[in-house]
């Protein structure tokens, strides 16, 4: 077993033991000074076992032949499970240098490779490779674990035309062991809908596929009406077409029931009916603050003016996952049908709630200040400045005193002059600022 003591390997030692194997010979970098192995060790011979530790990097050709040469005649070599293999951090396809390319690929690909031509004449009973989900469906920025892990089916398709038992696995996220449960990880897999698998159920599944003879199969704890509408946000896919939860998911609300027509029932006409009664710098600073409202809710920010209006969505850390979830917030505001690739279609907040504004409002025209107006852009940039946003500025104190200077609201009761303040649209801010500012402060 390569990757015998690490986590995931070491849980699969303790199971093919308890099925009675006689003898285990567990492979990894650092041998008997691997972190646990010791314990291991002597937790699989209280079970009966014989057990050998054997420090190899499988990748090496002549180590490896080394290990398999020295199992013992009297027990020997039944059975081969690969799990041993190595994940980096994110990295594109673009950015892939060579010599990281080769670190990724080896321990997966090149020891698979090795471990086939080392064992294909001692006539095994079977033999295991342990791959990735990210074979199935990608895996986002680790497109070289993702090749490697394919490289397992082919080498398990290839076997089986020779003859030769082989099964490989697509796994998905095993709780409490693999890669998969560290935290940052296994919370970013939890978003899109891939939950761990409890490791008895997995090794069930295990022993069932090797004793029917599968070549391959894909093993995994996927919510995939979760899953399916961010794995297809940007593109669509074949892949999972066929799994009833993902044309469930990809169909959405049909024939005015479902999540979409409440909406539209409550929000959505009531968001319509107030719209129809604003100016249109009043309609873009609602709309505005209405995405960046449920734009910071999706990336677990308190406050949403924390994300700028112009600030391309990307930028501030969406991706596909965060970005259905905003698809699925502004649906329930707004009632409307939204498709998965709203915010690729439209990048920044102030973007996605001109669109909006567009489909809740189709009849009522939008008005062109930028024709008529040379000072429409600076109406636009304060209209998407929420009141609040200019009280923490100081700016807010600033126009009730010029108002005050004025006269026109000295005689009010401060809470009254906010009041009017706050219902006061952009343009009408601005007038007021610029006639009655003084040029030297």
Known sequence: MTGGTGALGARVA???????????????????????????????????????????????????????????????????????????????????????????????????????????????????????????WGSGGQPAYAAANAYLDGLAQYRRGQGLPATSFAWGAWGAAGMATQEEGAEQLRR???????????????????????????????????????????????????????????????????????????????????LAGLSEAERSRELLELVRTHAAAALGYQDAEALPANRAFRDVGFDSVIAVELRNRLKRATGMPLPATLIFDHPNPTALAKYIRSQLLPDVPAADDAADDPEAQIKETLASIPVSRLRKAGLLDLVLQLADEDGEAADEPASTASTSIEDMDAESLLRLASENSNPEN
């Open 14 to 136: 303790r199971w093919v033991v308890e099925r009675g194997a006689g003898h285990v010979v567990l492979t990894s970098r650092r041998g008997v000074d691997a972190p646990g192995a010791s314990g291991l060790c002597a937790e699989l011979e209280a079970l009966g076992a014989r057990v050998t530790v054997a420090a190899c990097d499988v990748a090496d050709r002549d180590a490896l032949a080394a290990v398999v040469e020295g199992v013992p005649e009297d027990l020997p070599l039944t059975a081969v499970i690969h799990t041993a293999g190595v994940v980096e951090d994110n990295t594109s396809v673009e950015a892939l240098q060579p010599d990281q390319l080769d670190r990724l690929l080896q321990a997966k690909m090149t020891a698979a490779w090795h471990l086939h031509e080392l064992t294909r004449d001692l006539g095994l009973d079977a033999f295991v490779l342990f791959g990735s989900g990210a074979a199935s």
């Open 192 to 274: 899109r809908g891939v939950f761990p698998m409890e490791p008895e159920l997995a090794l069930w599944v295990l022993g069932e596929a090797v004793s029917e003879g599968r070549s391959l199969l894909t093993v995994t704890n996927t919510d995939w009406e979760l899953f399916a509408p961010s794995f297809t946000a940007e593109r669509s896919s074949a892949l999972l077409s066929e799994i009833p939860q993902v044309r469930r998911a990809l169909a959405g609300p049909q024939d005015g029931a479902g999540e979409g027509a409440g909406a539209g029932e409550g929000g959505g006409s009531g968001l319509r009916a107030r």
